[in-house]
């Protein structure tokens, strides 16, 4: 989903601030974005070294999103939504188109977000896509190394009814999906007349294939990610009236409890461009998540460690296996940022 603009007045912190000076650096043949780091607390050090910049990947993309790492082919793949491509990236190149169509597959011609968003690996390694467009989970009918716009169903509608547009997903490690149906991807969006739900729903779909309704009570669910051990769900919710991550129980039978809010953003959300849009959840339990500003970085209990401010709107992030690097889709740019 594409963050919502705020006012363009830019909060400062008190605390420590590092800041690079210059719009654009350029470096061994690289382009940088600068990065403002905003130090809550002394944890992260641990995670973020002072003077960071953001490298460019890629840019001139119309709006970026479901980043991807994909560790066997050592291969990114990016979603760019209004264009309906999906896209890959190896180190030494420059971005290449992987997939068209990716949301929108059929003749319509409707405008709208229609591409596809999230992007995933299902348990046996096919690519898996968020398709706004179709309004489904589809899976690409072809290999990894040898892409194809050939896909399949894996869920597409509730009770009958089709999806609003699937925004986010993620397998947990025995097979069953989770994932987040928003009203983005529909081509006026809450107000659409072809949308058939009247609420955006988180829903589990199980390895044995039956739906379930977790929730319907947050308002624009978004990123979604479980922990480590599994037993909680992590949402994000991009709504100016309610910019929050939510934290929920699995329950271990067919729902959720105990649900709360993670962490409020409504204090800087109120002065920073952007929304709780999407987030990855590090294997000690750290989570990155993006939100009003850039990126926010919060320990396993939701204390705010600090935060990342770039001039671009960040949509997602994704993580490589050693999670020493983190890539970001931001508005019209693919980056990386390494990690310690």
Not at 182 to 210: C, H, N, S, W
Not at 270 to 295: C, R
Request: charge should be negative.
């Amino acid at each position: 989903m594409k963050a919502l603009l705020n006012s363009s007045f830019i909060f400062i912190s008190t605390l420590v601030l590092f800041s690079c000076s210059e719009k654009k650096t350029e470096d061994d043949n690289n382009a940088y974005l600068p990065i403002e780091v905003i130090r809550e607390n002394d944890a992260l050090n641990e995670i973020i070294a002072p003077g960071i910049k953001a490298r460019i990947i890629g840019s001139g993309y119309e709006w970026t999103e479901g980043p991807l790492w994909l560790e066997k082919e050592q291969m990114l793949l990016f979603s760019e939504i209004p264009a309906n491509n999906v896209h890959s990236w190896k180190e030494g190149g420059e971005p290449e188109l992987y997939l068209h169509p990716a949301g929108l597959t059929s003749n319509d011609t409707r405008g709208g977000e229609v591409g596809s968003n999230g992007l995933l690996l299902d348990p046996n390694g096919n690519l898996v896509l968020c398709q706004h467009g179709d309004r489904r989970l589809a899976r690409m009918n072809a290999p990894i190394d040898a892409p194809e716009p050939n896909y399949e169903t894996v869920i597409g509608d509730f009770e009958g009814k089709p999806f609003n547009s699937p925004n986010d997903a993620i397998y947990d490690s025995q097979g069953n999906l989770y994932l987040t149906d928003p009203a983005y991807g529909l081509e006026f969006r809450m107000e659409d007349p072809k949308k058939a739900i009247d609420f955006q729903g988180v829903y589990r779909y199980t390895k044995e294939g039956q739906l379930e309704l977790l929730l319907d009570s947050i308002s624009r669910p978004n990123g979604i990610a479980l922990t480590q051990d599994e037993k909680h769900l992590l949402i994000a919710n991009s709504d100016p009236e309610k910019p929050y991550w939510y934290i929920y129980e699995l329950d271990g039978e067919n729902g959720l409890k105990n649900g709360k809010v993670f962490y409020d953003a409504s204090s800087v959300q109120a002065n920073e461009p952007g929304l709780p849009d999407g987030l990855k959840i590090k294997k000690d339990g750290t989570v990155i998540a993006s939100g009003p500003g850039g990126l926010w970085i919060f320990d396993s209990n939701g204390l705010l460690l600090g935060r990342l401010k770039l001039d671009e709107l960040v949509s997602n992030v994704a993580l490589n296996e050693n999670e020493d690097l983190l890539f970001l889709t931001a508005d019209s740019y693919v980056l990386s940022i390494p990690l310690k």
